[in-house]
């Protein structure tokens, strides 16, 4: 009962074993339709539509703090992880890119942000109560959104 006393609670969801939404499993990675998806502020960067809203909340504050986060990526349609991997290379192979079909942009729960020294502390100490956690231990501009959180 608790979680319905916190300060923001919209609803839970319900995600499968690896923390994805059931709702976009059913799309399909990198096929999530547009009325799913929110945009972020006034950016052309586009998550999941609860991510996009914690993350345009996250980067109001963090302004509010004087502090600047940027996005240089945010959902990945399939096609565009398909030419990411060939342009990078995959994880498996010593690359940058997560194999077609598995990447957390492909679900709209992952953005890649553009921070200064300055915002990456910030982010460590105040992403997670918007949800956001930092993931990939060797890119600390990925982070990804963790849903009931
Ligand atoms: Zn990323």
Same mark, same amino acid.
């Given at each position: 009962m608790a979680a319905q006393n916190?300060?923001? *609670?919209g609803r839970t969801y319900k995600l499968? *074993? =690896?923390?994805?939404p059931e709702d976009l499993v059913a799309y399909g990675n990198g096929k999530i339709p547009a009325n799913a998806l929110g945009q972020v502020g006034g950016t052309r960067h586009k998550l999941w539509a609860p991510a996009a809203q914690k993350l345009t909340q996250m980067i109001a504050d963090a302004q509010q703090d004087g502090v600047k986060i940027g996005i240089t990526d945010s959902y990945r349609p399939y096609e565009e992880q398909v030419d990411l991997a060939r342009r990078k290379g995959l994880y498996s192979q010593g690359g940058l890119a997560a194999k077609p079909g598995t990447s957390e942009h492909g679900w709209g729960m992952a953005t890649d942000l553009d921070l200064n020294p300055e915002a990456l502390a910030w982010m460590r100490k105040n992403a997670d109560r918007y949800g956001f956690v930092e993931n990939? =231990?060797?890119?600390?501009?990925h982070w990804a959104f963790r849903p009931n959180t």
């Open positions: 916190t300060p923001d *609670a499968n *074993a =690896k923390g994805i990939v =231990k060797r890119e600390s501009w």
